[in-house]
């Protein structure tokens, strides 16, 4: 009824509601000059910096232009007036406005530069001042993308400008030529070693059933994706997975066809999410037709997977009681998705039934998915996660994730599959700064107490006159200079390099074969699934994978 007032419970009586206490102008201007917030203001003025560079930037390129468009006109005008009538007062006032306008222009330079510079001098100052009031740096990073995601771009800057901060005064021609120096310098090293094949006795050189586990590592990215291009550009995969969904497959169902996978496979779960950070996809399945449990993780895939890969400064890890060092993104991924993987195996296990012999889990995966894979596995034998049921890892083309000691002792569970020179295998912070080391050495040998015959140019004239001992012996020479950078990791367990069809025989790698960025055609290729199959399939045709 008009006149009645509205009742309101006394917790939401709106003149009751209790008001934030107004803040003093002290305890405002105390909280505006936190660290934090300094930090922020001081990010803003790193990113305003780059802008007013950037801005000056387009308009000089524009002042240039429209002067020198102005400027080709009135002299081309002024040319032809005196072709046709020689010189004239016509064509001497065009040089006139000519020689005003050029004025004009490197008045108008002039100003943008003194303006880009008091501009560019201002924010500077001042940002040293608010680091100076205890800033803290990358705050605005952290507020825009969180604290553990802009700790890993700040980590994947500093690791970048530390590697290419020194290169920055050679021209890019230099470092492609003392590349291929260093190229032909391993090849050289390379003939004159022993080639020694596996040995041929009791012992297999890839375990039981690798194809099919590396079937199981390209499922991971889905049919859509070609299940990693494992047959290559074929739409063959693409078709099969397309028919295991018409005939009412799950999604897992058709990744598994598409790979290639067959038989009586029960998918338990297949993570596809690219989004967050250390957070591999995977795929866990029953495979009832080899016994055995299988885990497999995915390869780089996303942007938030390469940061992962980049993340790869040494982090402490403790396995089997030895203190030792671990790929730091990957160990972060294993740690994060090892619990969620190890109640799913769990599952797994229990529906193999008791007829099945002794139970096993297979830990697979290909690039990051071997990585994440080797460390997942080192975990649950660390903890004794499966009493009475063995886990074995067999990870293709595994990333740098241990430090020497800890990833031999994974040689019992363990194999990494190496093919050629892919550059995966044999990539972390420190072969990278071996690699910017030999860069310098052969650009400047002098300043490395080397003579000139150590030079990019010098070297690549003795590989013209074919002189393989010359070359030979400056590798050696050079790569104790270069290859001196801390932190060094390997891939996990018993190493295996495979070769393509027809190439040389497999053998088993030691650790120094993984120790330096091989340069050379097919570093980067030799890393795609595909060429791991055909390598896989080459050494099976050959009697070379038998039983774990």
């Known amino acids: 009824e008009q006149g009645c007032p509205i009742e309101y419970p006394a917790s939401s009586w709106p003149l009751r509601a209790e008001q934030p206490a107004m803040a003093s102008p002290q305890s405002r201007a105390a909280a505006m000059a936190s660290p934090k917030n300094l930090g922020i203001m001081s990010d803003s003025l790193s990113l305003a910096n780059h802008g007013v560079a950037a801005g000056f930037g387009i308009a000089r390129f524009a002042t240039n232009m429209g002067f020198g468009i102005a400027s080709a006109c009135i002299r081309g005008s002024a040319v032809a007036l005196e072709s046709a009538a020689g010189e004239n007062p016509f064509s001497s006032v065009l040089h006139g406005v000519d ?58 800057d500093a690791l970048a400008r530390h590697i ?35 040995d041929a006795g009791d012992a297999p050189l890839l375990p ?174 660390d903890e004794a996660r499966f009493p009475g049921v063995a886990v074995e890892c067999v990870a293709f083309a595994c990333p740098q994730v241990l430090d020497a000691e800890l990833a031999m002792a994974q040689s019992n569970h363990t194999t990494s599959v190496v093919v050629g020179d892919d550059l995966v295998p044999r990539f972390s912070f420190a072969t990278t700064e071996d690699l910017r080391n030999v860069a310098l050495i052969l650009s400047d040998p002098a300043a490395h107490g080397l003579s000139g015959s150590h030079s990019a140019a010098a070297l690549l004239a003795t590989d013209a006159r074919g002189d393989a001992e010359g070359l030979a012996a400056a590798y050696a020479a050079i790569r104790p200079l270069a290859c001196i950078a801390p932190g060094r990791l390997f891939p996990s367990g018993r190493l295996v390099g495979l070769s393509d069809p027809g190439g040389p025989a497999p053998r088993a790698l030691a650790q120094g074969d993984v120790d330096e960025l091989r340069i050379s055609a097919d570093m980067a290729s030799s890393h795609m699934p595909r060429r791991y199959l055909l390598a896989v399939q080459a050494v099976a045709h050959e009697g070379g994978a038998a039983r774990l």
């Open 164 to 198: 290419a901060g020194p290169l920055a005064d050679r021209a890019t021609p230099e470092l492609l030529l003392a590349a291929n120096a260093w190229g032909v310098l391993q090849r050289a090293a390379d003939a004159r070693r022993p080639d020694v094949p596996a």
């Open 99 to 156: 020689g005003i306008v050029g004025f004009a222009h490197g008045a108008t330079t002039m100003g943008q530069n003194v303006a880009q510079s008091i501009t560019h001098t201002s924010l500077l100052t001042t940002r040293s001042g608010l680091r100076a009031a205890g800033a803290q740096e990358g705050e605005l990073l952290r507020l825009t993308v969180g604290s553990e995601a802009a700790e890993v771009v700040n980590t994947v």
């Open 208 to 381: 039981e059933h690798s194809e099919r586990w590396l079937r199981f590592a390209a499922a991971t990215f889905g049919h859509i994706w070609l299940a990693g291009l494992l047959d290559g550009a074929s739409a063959a995969g693409l078709a099969r997975g397309e028919a295991k969904r018409r005939r009412g497959g799950c999604s897992g169902e058709a990744a598994l066809a598409c790979a290639g996978v067959e038989g009586n496979v029960e998918v338990l779960a297949f993570e596809q999410k690219t989004s967050e950070l250390f957070a591999p996809g995977y795929l866990v399945a029953v495979d009832h037709d080899t016994g055995s449990v299988v885990v497999a993780l995915r390869g780089t895939s996303s942007v938030t997977d390469a940061l992962s890969d980049l993340f790869c400064r040494p982090e402490p890890l403790q396995l089997g009681g030895h203190n030792g060092s671990a790929h730091s993104g990957m160990l972060r991924a294993a740690r994060r998705v090892e619990g969620p993987l190890a109640a799913l195996a769990e599952q797994g296990l229990a529906r193999l039934g008791a007829d099945s012999g002794r139970k096993r889990i297979v830990v697979c995966g290909h690039s990051l998915g071997a990585g994440v894979a080797a460390l997942v596995a080192a975990l649950w034998r």
